[in-house]
């Protein structure tokens, strides 16, 4: 939709988007060992936090044991567009989590329940469970 019709639906489009103070956008979620980089500087400290809790569950074995971590807390230096996009446009922070590289069933015929990982999922629910409710906890205003 274009911003005409999003003014209509909502107003004050300017000032919806100066009440968001940070777009989690949860993409591409639910396939086997997916694996999470940086790609908004401006928000690397967040996501510094979802790889420090995915240490600390994992050390309380309240995770599954992976050899590899899901959160790689290096920039790499690449945006995806995305939903993001418009949020973008009205600087509010964007803390993008996007598999790279993307699963591989992704857009096929193969995408559908099947390729869900249930290990996967529960392990994230529980990194995200603890993320967001420390960031309400403390950025509460």
């Known amino acids: 939709m274009d911003q005409d019709i999003w003014q209509k639906?909502?107003?004050?489009?300017?000032?919806?988007?100066?009440?968001v103070d940070l777009f989690v956008l949860f993409d591409l979620l639910g396939a086997v060992d997916p694996k999470f980089y940086i790609y908004h500087?401006?928000?690397?400290?967040l996501f510094k936090k979802l790889s420090d809790i995915e240490d600390k569950l994992q050390a309380k074995r309240l995770i599954s044991f992976k050899s590899t971590k899901y959160f790689i807390t290096r920039d790499i230096g690449q945006e995806i567009q995305d939903d993001h996009v418009p949020f973008h446009a009205y600087n509010v922070p964007i803390l993008h989590l996007i598999p790279l590289p993307f699963p591989q069933c992704w857009h096929k015929e193969c995408d559908n329940y099947n390729t869900l990982d249930k290990t996967t999922i529960q392990d994230l629910t529980k990194i995200f469970n603890v993320f967001l409710t420390s960031y309400l906890t403390h950025n509460n205003n």
Do not use: C, N, R, W
């Open 9 to 19: 639906k909502l107003g004050d489009v300017k000032g919806f988007y100066e009440s």
């Open 41 to 45: 500087q401006p928000t690397a400290h």
